[in-house]
């Protein structure tokens, strides 16, 4: 919220035409995080694993351990994290993963929910 009242006394020896005490000071500056997002990558039967693996090292920058890890979790309990990132960067990446998987006609799907 910005204070428009005149808080400020006139700058000692402001030149002529700049006394005036205008200046628009933020009286209260925001220190909330920004709301996350969590990606989370989906099972299907048909993508192949290295496929897989490969998109994780690509859109999210894991190594290739990281990224079978991720792979081996989804494909065992249906659904796994791909990481946890403000909405506009988590909506990319969501979009990415969907490109490359109908780029290369895998199934692959890709979503995001607020963390
Ligand atoms: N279940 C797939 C298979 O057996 C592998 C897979 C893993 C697919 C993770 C999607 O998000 C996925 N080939």
């Known amino acids: 919220m910005a204070n428009t009242s005149s ?3 006139p700058a000692p020896g402001a030149p002529p035409g700049f006394e005036d005490d205008s ?8 220190t909330k995080p920004p709301p996350m997002y969590r990606v989370l ?14 998109v994780l090292q690509l859109v999210f920058t894991m190594t ?6 991720v792979m081996l979790q989804v494909h065992r309990t249906g659904m796994g994290t791909c990481g ?12 990415q ?3 490359i ?14 963390n």
């Open 23 to 30: 200046v628009v000071v933020a009286d209260r500056v925001s």
């Open 41 to 54: 990558l989906l099972n299907d039967d048909y993508t192949p694993m290295d496929f897989v693996v490969g």
């Open 101 to 114: 998987a109908l780029e290369h006609q895998h199934p692959l799907q890709c979503t995001m929910e607020p």
């Open 84 to 95: 946890v990132f403000t909405k506009e960067i988590a909506d990319t990446k969501v979009q």
């Open 97 to 99: 993963v969907i490109e």
């Open 64 to 69: 290739r351990e990281q990224a079978t890890q």
């Open 7 to 9: 808080p400020n006394p």
